[in-house]
């Protein structure tokens, strides 16, 4: 896990283990408020760790910003704290998570230990908190899945986004046209930082032209997927056909696992729109 300061008392936490899944944390002398958890009990107790010194009140607060299992499956080692949520997120959890974290067992040993802890404090669109001298607003993301949040930290303008925000826009389980505006949205709120579900945080330099780019890239893919298929081009060959670098984004970021998101993006176009044509 690595540890970076974004401003006073504002840290992220990478994990050096999964996809470089990012936690976050606000410190206040009123107590600690946590974002997303990293998946596997080892960097998720360095950062507890770290954190449980930092304040005097502890960690009080966890937030999911979505129900996906690198960002969720540490919320049990937060003994002390509530773990807040979009109502979405804990139906979700509730529904599916005993199933998928066993099927998590089996292929991770790494996560033996983990026990499921739903989401405790649920709210349906925006939530605030008055902590210290810190306002943190919780508010939708939707579009890299349905029951996404983002927290923003007031007065520094940071944006912890969860996954509505990574390397390359992912939308295998969500929404193309939502995380476009999501993405625009986004855009508008004039941010100094954003800390991405994966990967490097975003500098003020550098968010107009990554936002922009994400949505062109949602464009692109449904464009080329729309005409592959006018010629009748199968499943397979048009998942292999359209390279990453075609629709303006390089293979690098993340080691290289851009490579398999954008093949998920792809055959997610494509079931959308041959589920229409049906
Ligand atoms: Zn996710």
């Given at each position: ?64 910003t979505h ?73 939708p993301l939707n579009g890299h899945t349905a029951d996404g949040i983002g ?10 986004a969860g996954d509505a925000v990574m390397?390359?826009p992912y939308i295998f389980w969500g929404d193309r046209v939502t995380l476009q505006e999501t993405l625009k949205m986004i ?10 579900g ?13 936002l922009?780019?994400g949505v062109?890239?949602l ?46 993006n792809?055959?997610r ?10």
């Amino acid at each position: 896990m690595r540890k970076e300061r974004v401003t006073e008392n504002v840290y992220v936490f990478t994990s050096e283990a999964y996809a470089q899944v990012t936690a976050g944390a606000i410190v206040t002398n009123e107590g600690t408020l946590v974002v997303d958890t990293l998946p596997f009990p080892r960097e998720t107790r360095e950062m507890i760790d770290f954190l449980r010194g930092e304040s005097k009140r502890g960690i009080r607060y966890v937030i999911n910003t979505h129900h996906h299992a690198d960002h969720v499956y540490g919320n049990y080692l937060f003994e002390e704290a509530d773990i807040v949520a979009s109502e979405r997120c804990r139906e979700v959890m509730r529904k599916s998570g005993e199933k998928n974290l066993a099927e998590a067992k089996a292929q991770t040993p790494e996560l033996a230990e983990v026990q499921l802890r739903l989401p405790n404090v649920t709210f349906p669109d925006k939530m605030m908190f008055h902590l210290g001298e810190r306002i943190v607003r919780l508010l939708p993301l939707n579009g890299h899945t349905a029951d996404g949040i983002g927290v923003y930290l007031e007065g520094d303008k940071i944006l912890f986004a969860g996954d509505a925000v990574m390397p390359l826009p992912y939308i295998f389980w969500g929404d193309r046209v939502t995380l476009q505006e999501t993405l625009k949205m986004i855009k508008e709120m004039n941010l100094e930082n954003i800390v991405q579900g994966h990967g490097e945080v975003l500098l003020k330099g550098e968010i107009d032209e990554t936002l922009d780019a994400g949505v062109a890239y949602l464009d692109a893919i449904y464009e080329k997927v729309k005409v592959k298929l006018q010629s009748r081009t199968s499943k397979e060959r048009l998942v292999n056909d359209i390279s990453l670098e075609s629709c303006g984004f390089s293979s690098i970021a993340l080691d290289g696992l851009v490579k398999q998101l954008h093949r998920s993006n792809l055959l997610r176009v494509y079931q959308t729109l041959t589920a229409k044509a049906r």
